[in-house]
């Protein structure tokens, strides 16, 4: 393992206080958030297991880290319900619906303009 690696692998958890693991070396029956998702599944209300950690910059010594989570105590992803999809559908009515105009613009409004871009340039010139 080089160097670089080596300052990521921490297999106890003893400087890092979780298993740590170099970018794309974890072991198998792991997964990312992303992964669960990928296959239908969600932590489930269980801690981090591990994390795998990478430098990201040579200059500023920064570091990324992806939180690792059991795939054997992974629940399935809950079903969408009518409720839960009727609320959505709202919440994103609200966000394409213009403040000043009153009119579902198609599109979410952008939170630098706070209304549509027909009401934001028209009320500016």
């Known amino acids: 393992m080089s160097p ?3 300052k990521c692998y921490d297999p106890t958890g003893a400087v890092h206080g979780v298993p740590t693991f170099p970018w794309k070396y974890a072991p198998t029956g792991y ?6 998702r990928a296959r239908g599944l969600r ?3 269980q801690p981090v297991a591990a ?3 990478r430098r990201t910059s040579r200059r500023k010594g920064g570091v990324s880290v992806a939180y690792l989570y059991r795939l054997d105590l992974a629940k399935p992803v ?3 319900t009518p409720g839960r999809t009727a609320a ?9 619906t213009c403040p000043e105009c009153r009119v579902d ?3 979410c409004i952008p939170t630098s303009l706070g209304m549509c871009s027909g009401c934001a340039y028209s009320s500016s010139a």
């Open 4 to 6: 670089a690696l080596g």
């Open 31 to 36: 997964a990312t958030r992303r992964q669960l």
């Open 43 to 45: 932590p489930g209300g």
């Open 51 to 53: 994390q795998v950690m």
């Open 78 to 80: 809950r079903p969408m």
């Open 88 to 96: 959505l559908a709202a919440a994103m009515t609200a966000r394409r």
């Open 105 to 107: 613009v198609g599109y």
